[in-house]
C-alpha cells in the first residue's frame, strides 16, 4: 500500500520539482521570503507597517537608505550638505532612472513629499514630516482649501538638487528619511492610474526590483530592476514574498525548503531549533519595547506614583524573558531600547537589584499606601488576543499576587482594545511600539504632553516637555544625547508605563542566502543577498 | 418548473436586503474601526480618511449609497487592502475557492455516498461499524488538526508534497484532502441512514417481489430515494465549502476569499465584511434553489407549482 502510493504521487512530486525549481534554477536566482501577511498596500504614503516596508524598499529608494549593516547609507543622493544651523539640508541626488527609463529628478521628491503631505492622502503618518518647515501647516490644510505648497521647506533648484529646510535641526533627519514615508512616487504613474498605480503593469519605481506579479493572499514577486543604478551588483534575479499568517506553518514550509527566509519564528519551537537548527536561527534584539502602560488619568495608579513603582518591581523580567517566553524577548529596564544610535541607554532605578529586595521594596511600598494582605489594590490588566501577550499577563498577575496586588485580566479582541485604550477606560494595559528610525525621538516624542492621542498613558510632565524639546536645538550630538538621556531619566522616574522587554528580531535564514546582516531595524534589502543553488 | 424558478429568484431579493442591512448596521455597531492603530491616527488625519471613505457621513446616507453602488455591481473599496476593491478581491479569489471547494465536495460525494450505501447494505457488520466509527472520527476531528498533521507527515516527513502555496496540482492535494474528510463523513452517515430507512419501505420490498434483480432495485428505486437527504445537505454545504474555508486557506497558504470572512471582521473592513456577506448569502441561496430543483428530478412526489 505504502508503495503504491510513493508510485502514485512520485511523479507528481518530480513534476512540482521540475515546475518549481528545474528549469528555473540554472537560469534565474530566486529569494523566497515569508512575510508575515498581505500588505495592505504598496503606496508608501499610505502605508504604515513593517510587512509593507519589506517590500517597499525594494521597489522604491529614498533620499538615504539602508546600508547592510543597517547603517545609514546614500541612495537617491550621494551626498548631503547641512547648514551650519542644522536647518538646511541640500542634497545633491545622482543621476539614476525610473524603471520605465524616465530620469529620477528632484521635483520628483518635492511631488512625494507633498502628496505625503496632501490631506487628500490622508496619509496615517504624514505627521512623521513635521519637522520639515510648513508640512505641517501643509497636513491640516482645512478640507475645503488647496494646501498652499509655496510654503513647504522642501525645493528642488535644478533637477539634481533638493534643498530641504527644518524648523529645528534635526540631527537623526537622514536616519528618518529612510522610513517608507518618505520614499519618491513616479508622479505619472500615479496620475495616470490612480488608486491602481500600485498594480503590476503600472507600478514605476526606482528600486532595485520592480513589481511583477501580485496575488493577494499568495504571493507578491519582484523582479531585477535593469535600470537600476546599481542593478551590476544585484545577484538575485527575483524575490518572491509570501504572506505567512500562521507561524507554525511557515516554519514548516520553511523545514520543507519553501521558504529561505521566515518573518517569525513560532516560540513554541525554539527549544528544538536551538538543539537543530541553530546555524540557521536569527535571535538578536529589534528596536521595540514591550510595555505596561499605565492610565495616569485614573485613581488610584495615576495620582500615586509609588503604587506605580510597587507594580514595575514585582514583575521578574528575566522569568518572563527566559521562562515564559521561551527567549523570544530581551528584560526590558527602559523606555527608549538599546541600539538607537549613539545614545546611551538610562534604566529603571531598580535595574541592578535583586528581584527578592525587589518584591520585598514593592511590598513595603504597598504597605506605606495602605494595602495590605487584608486589603489588596485591585486593578485591571487589559491585553489583546494573543498567545503571547496572554502568556505574559498570566505570568505578571501571578508576580502582581505575591506582593499583594489583586489583578484581573481582560482580554479583548484587537479592535476592541484599541476602543478601550483610546477611551482610556483601562487601568494598566499591554503595549509596543517598534521606533520608526534609530533615534531615541522615535520614542520619547510619544509621550510629549502635546503629542495628543499618541500619549495614550496622559502624561504630562513639563520638565520632560522641556528636556525633550530643547534637545532639538542642540547641534552637538554628544550633548543632545546627555539631555535625551535627562529627559528618558526624568520619564523612567515618573513611570507613567512600566518597561516589561526588549523585543528580538526571530527569523530562521536558509544557508543558501548570502548577505543577510542582523541590524536592529530588522530591514534587509535584496540587493546584498545572494542565493547559492542547492 | 421555469415559473418556480423565477418565484424563488423573486423571494431572494427581500432576504438579501435583510441580510444586507442588518449586516449594515451591526457592523457598524462594532467598537473599533477601520482605521484604529497601535498609535492612534492624529484627528486631523482621521478626518480626512472618513470623508476619504464617506465615514463621516449620516448612516443612513451610507446605507443609501452602499446599495446605489450594489446595484451597479460594487462592493466599494476595502478599508484594509488599500489597492484593491472587495469587487475585484472576491473576483481575484473565488475562482480558487470554487476549485478547491467543488474538488472537495466531488470526492466527498463519490467516497461518502459509496461509504454510505456500502455500510447501509451492510448493516450491523463489521464493515458497517468500522466505517461509521471511522467517519465519526472525520466528524470529530476539526480540519485545524487534521491539516497541520496532514503538511507534517506528507509535507516535511516524507517529502512527497507541498507543505503550503498555490498554482501547481501538487498544491491541491493535501487541502482537497483535509476539506473533504468531514465532508465524507457526513455524507456516509446521512446516506447510511436514509438508505437503510428506504431499504425497508414498502415499494422496495414490491421491487424485490416483483423479482427485480438487487443491483437494478438499488439503482432504480433504493438509491434515488435515499438521496433526498443528502441533497438537502449539500445546498448549504457546497455555498459553504466553496466559499473556501478560513483554516485550509491560511495554513496552505490558498489565495481563496474564505479568509476575508473573519479577517475583514477583525479588521472592521466594513466593506469586505459587507461583501462576503452578501456574496455567501447570495451563494447559498442559490445553491439551496439548486437543492431544490434537484429534488424534484429526484422525487416523484414533488411538484413546482
Known amino acids: 500500500m505504502k508503495e503504491a502510493l510513493r508510485k502514485l504521487l512520485l511523479p507528481a512530486v518530480a513534476a512540482a520539482g521540475l515546475m518549481a525549481g528545474g528549469f528555473s534554477a540554472q537560469a534565474e536566482s530566486v529569494l523566497h521570503r515569508g512575510n508575515g501577511a498581505e500588505p495592505e498596500t504598496l503606496d508608501p504614503a499610505k502605508s504604515t507597517g513593517v510587512i509593507e516596508s519589506n517590500i517597499q524598499y525594494e521597489l522604491l529608494e529614498g533620499l538615504t537608505t539602508y546600508a547592510e549593516n543597517g547603517d545609514v547609507a546614500p541612495g537617491v543622493a550621494t551626498k548631503w550638505d547641512i547648514s551650519d544651523d542644522g536647518l538646511t539640508y541640500t542634497f545633491h541626488l545622482r543621476d539614476e532612472k525610473w524603471s520605465n527609463g524616465d530620469p529620477v529628478t528632484a521635483n520628483d521628491f518635492v511631488y512625494s513629499f507633498q502628496r505625503l503631505l496632501d490631506p487628500k492622502t490622508a496619509s496615517d503618518y504624514a505627521p512623521i514630516a513635521d519637522v520639515i518647515a510648513g508640512a505641517a501647516e501643509v497636513r491640516k490644510t482645512a478640507p475645503d482649501k488647496t494646501p498652499d505648497f509655496s510654503k513647504l521647506g522642501v525645493k528642488a533648484t535644478d533637477d539634481h538638487t533638493l534643498v530641504v529646510t527644518l ?105 528544538f531549533i536551538e538543539s537543530k537548527l541553530k546555524d540557521e536561527y536569527e535571535a538578536k534584539p529589534y ?113 502582581w499576587k505575591q506582593v499583594g496586588v489583586d489583578a484581573t485580566l481582560n482580554n479583548q479582541e484587537w479592535q476592541v482594545y484599541l476602543d478601550t485604550r483610546d477611551n482610556k477606560a483601562y487601568d494598566v494595559a499591554r503595549a509596543a511600539w517598534i521606533g520608526d528610525y534609530a533615534d531615541p525621538m522615535s520614542f520619547l516624542d510619544i509621550f510629549l504632553s502635546d503629542a495628543g492621542v499618541r500619549n495614550d498613558a496622559g502624561y504630562n510632565n513639563p520638565k520632560y516637555d522641556e528636556l525633550v524639546k530643547k534637545s532639538a536645538g542642540i547641534s552637538d550630538p554628544k550633548e543632545r544625547m546627555q539631555v535625551l538621556q535627562d529627559a528618558e531619566k526624568v520619564f523612567l522616574d515618573d513611570l507613567p ?28 534589502l535584496g540587493r546584498y543577498m545572494s542565493v547559492s543553488a542547492n | 418548473m421555469l415559473n418556480f424558478f423565477l ?212 439503482r432504480r428505486h433504493a438509491i434515488r430515494a435515499a438521496l433526498l437527504p443528502v441533497v438537502s445537505f449539500l445546498g448549504p454545504a457546497i455555498a459553504n465549502i466553496i466559499t473556501g474555508s478560513v483554516v485550509i486557506e491560511q495554513i496552505f497558504s490558498i489565495p481563496g476569499i474564505g479568509r476575508y470572512f473573519v479577517q475583514a471582521s477583525l479588521n472592521r473592513d466594513y466593506t469586505m465584511v459587507m461583501g462576503v456577506t452578501v456574496f455567501y448569502g447570495a451563494l447559498i441561496i442559490f445553491c439551496n434553489l439548486l437543492a431544490d430543483l434537484a429534488y424534484g428530478l429526484l422525487d416523484p412526489k414533488v411538484r413546482y407549482d
Not at chain 2, 472520527?137 to 476539526?142: F, K, R, T, Y
Not at chain 2, 468531514?182 to 455524507?187: E, L, P, T, Y
Request: glycine content about 8%; some cysteine.
Open chain 2, 7 to 218: 418565484r424563488r429568484l423573486g423571494g431572494a431579493i427581500p432576504t438579501l436586503f435583510i441580510i444586507i442591512a442588518i449586516s449594515f448596521f451591526m457592523i457598524r455597531l462594532a467598537p473599533g474601526g477601520p482605521f484604529a492603530r497601535e498609535r492612534q491616527v492624529p484627528p486631523e488625519v482621521l478626518a480626512a480618511l472618513n470623508r476619504q471613505y464617506h465615514l463621516d457621513e449620516p448612516l443612513w446616507q451610507q446605507f443609501l449609497r452602499y446599495i446605489g453602488d450594489l446595484l451597479q455591481g460594487d462592493f466599494g473599496p476595502s478599508f484594509k487592502y488599500k489597492d484593491f476593491r472587495v469587487t475585484d478581491l472576491i473576483l481575484q479569489g473565488f475562482p480558487t475557492s470554487l476549485q478547491l471547494g467543488l474538488l472537495a465536495i466531488s470526492l466527498a460525494l463519490i467516497i461518502g455516498l459509496s461509504l454510505g450505501i456500502w455500510a447501509a447494505l451492510r448493516q450491523n457488520t463489521i464493515v458497517d461499524y468500522t466505517t461509521m466509527g471511522v467517519s465519526m472520527l472525520g466528524i470529530a476531528v476539526p480540519n485545524f488538526v487534521v491539516a497541520p498533521v496532514l503538511t507534517l507527515i506528507f509535507g516535511l516527513m516524507l517529502g512527497w508534497l507541498p507543505v503550503g502555496g498555490w498554482g501547481h496540482p501538487a498544491n491541491y492535494v493535501l487541502p482537497v484532502i483535509a476539506l473533504c474528510l468531514s465532508q465524507i463523513a457526513s455524507i456516509a452517515r446521512l446516506m447510511r441512514a436514509s438508505m437503510i430507512e428506504v431499504l425497508r419501505s414498502n415499494y422496495v420490498r414490491t421491487a424485490h417481489a416483483k423479482g427485480l434483480p438487487e443491483r437494478i432495485v438499488l
Open chain 1, 497 to 524: 508605563l512600566i518597561p516589561l522587554l526588549y523585543y528580538k528580531t526571530k527569523h530562521m535564514v536558509s544557508k543558501r542566502v548570502a548577505g543577510w546582516t542582523y541590524n536592529n531595524l530588522d530591514f534587509h
Open chain 1, 167 to 271: 524648523n529645528k535641526p534635526t540631527p537623526y533627519l537622514v536616519s528618518m528619511l529612510r522610513h517608507s514615508s518618505f520614499l519618491p512616487v513616479n508622479k505619472a504613474a500615479v496620475e495616470k492610474f490612480g488608486a491602481d498605480w500600485t498594480k503590476p503593469g503600472n507600478f514605476v519605481g526606482n528600486g532595485a526590483f520592480t513589481l511583477s506579479e501580485w496575488t493577494p493572499q499568495s504571493s507578491l514577486t519582484v523582479v531585477k530592476n535593469p535600470n537600476f543604478y546599481d542593478a551590476a551588483n544585484v545577484k538575485l534575479d527575483k524575490i518572491i514574498y509570501y504572506p505567512t499568517e500562521d507561524i507554525g506553518e511557515e516554519f514548516k514550509r520553511y523545514r520543507a525548503g519553501e521558504l529561505d527566509i521566515t518573518y517569525e519564528v513560532p516560540s513554541d519551537q525554539i527549544k
Open chain 1, 287 to 399: 528596536l521595540g519595547t514591550y510595555y505596561y502602560v499605565i492610565n495616569l488619568t485614573r485613581e488610584p495608579l495615576g495620582k500615586q506614583k509609588a503604587l506605580r513603582e510597587a507594580l514595575a518591581l514585582a514583575i521578574d523580567r528575566d522569568t518572563l524573558a527566559e521562562k515564559v517566553t521561551q527567549g523570544s524577548f530581551l528584560p526590558g529596564w527602559s523606555w527608549v531600547p538599546p541600539g538607537t544610535g549613539d545614545y546611551q541607554n538610562t534604566y529603571v532605578s531598580f535595574k541592578d537589584m535583586k528581584q527578592a529586595d525587589r518584591v520585598k521594596k514593592a511590598k513595603e511600598l504597598l504597605k506605606a499606601a495602605g494595602y495590605g494582605p487584608d486589603k489588596p489594590l485591585k486593578i485591571e490588566l487589559l491585553y489583546n488576543t494573543s498567545e503571547n501577550h496572554k502568556k505574559i499577563a498570566i505570568a505578571v498577575q501571578s508576580m
